[in-house]
């Protein structure tokens, strides 16, 4: 039988923390790798999100156990399988969100501030903005933008426009795989309409638009290469030519992927499994190094 503790870990979705690794992103872009003090910030603010996203997971969880029950994988959650009382999830989400305010308030206002945007944006998204069309991708987008914006404030560091950019077009593509994947295999209600108002021919629209989108973030990584503002960070910047042809790659294979139905419906069970992924990772960080 499956330990309470076990149940938890599951409950508080552990393994979706990674995506708050995002608030590393100012700091390492910044070269501030040597900085203990704000690795001390950045730790503490890892933490605090992460806590404040379990807290949204489990909310998203009670109000959606219905529909939850239903699909092929939600179902074996903790709170939909019956493992889990709501009034048990509830008490969890009080202390997740009451630990992740108090950690939050000792890295600084500013990041504090940012937490409560995402906080308000995430909870908007589970109740409402979830069933917009297109508009649920673009909030999806905006929440991994906003955890870029608040690891700047965490470390008291000025977020680039060209990293605000970057982020925006590579989440909204990879927030249109997700829904172009879980769009694939949702069947249809009686009016011929999928769930969260999504309609078969809405599929085409999903797989002319996210690649497109993907794409405009290389265009976005060239111009930024080709500014002054890579000169004075980089002693040899010509390196970092070789970053395009990589997340060119990157792009165009995720979608190749999603086009065979091979990518999972939760993107980061996806990414962990993809090898391809990990290698373009370790190539972009061979790259910035010789460019430092």
């Not at 076990?6 to 608030?23: D, E, M």
């Not at 001390?40 to 939850?68: K, P």
């Not at 890579?230 to 042809?245: K, S």
């Not at 790659?249 to 499994?273: E, K, N």
Request: a positive charge; one cysteine or more.
């Amino acid at each position: 039988m499956t330990s309470f503790v076990v149940i938890v870990a599951k409950q508080l979705r552990l393994y979706q923390w990674v995506k708050n690794i995002l608030l590393v992103l100012p700091m390492v872009l910044a070269h501030r790798l040597d900085d203990v003090d704000a690795w001390i910030q950045i730790s503490i603010a890892f933490l605090a999100f992460s806590l404040c996203a379990s807290t949204v997971y489990i909310i998203n969880d009670i109000v959606d156990v219905e529909a939850d029950r239903r699909h092929h994988r939600k179902r074996h959650r903790p709170i939909a399988s019956g493992r889990l009382g709501v009034r048990t999830a509830l008490i969890m989400a009080a202390m997740c969100i009451v630990a992740a305010a108090f950690l939050a308030i000792s890295v600084s206002e500013q990041f504090v501030g940012w937490m409560v945007i995402y906080l308000l944006t995430t909870t908007t998204y589970s109740f409402v903005l979830k069933k917009v069309v297109v508009v649920d991708v673009l909030v999806l987008a905006g929440l991994y933008t906003i955890r870029v914006v608040a690891g700047g404030a965490a470390t008291d560091i000025l977020v680039s426009p060209w990293l605000l950019m970057m982020t925006l077009f590579v989440s909204t593509s990879l927030a249109f795989v997700k829904r172009y994947t879980e769009l694939l295999s949702m069947p249809l209600e009686e009016d011929g309409v999928m769930r969260r108002g999504y309609q078969r021919a809405d599929v085409e629209l999903i797989r002319v638009v996210g690649p497109t989108i993907g794409l405009l973030s290389v265009l976005v990584l060239t111009m930024y290469i080709a500014g002054e503002d890579v000169q004075r960070l980089y002693r040899t910047p010509q390196w970092l030519w070789l970053c395009v042809p990589i997340v060119l790659y990157w792009i165009v294979d995720i979608w190749r992927q999603a086009l065979r139905g091979l990518v999972h419906d939760d993107p980061i069970i996806h990414v962990a499994r993809d090898v391809r992924g990990w290698v373009v990772a370790l190539l972009l960080g061979i790259v910035a190094a010789l460019a430092t």
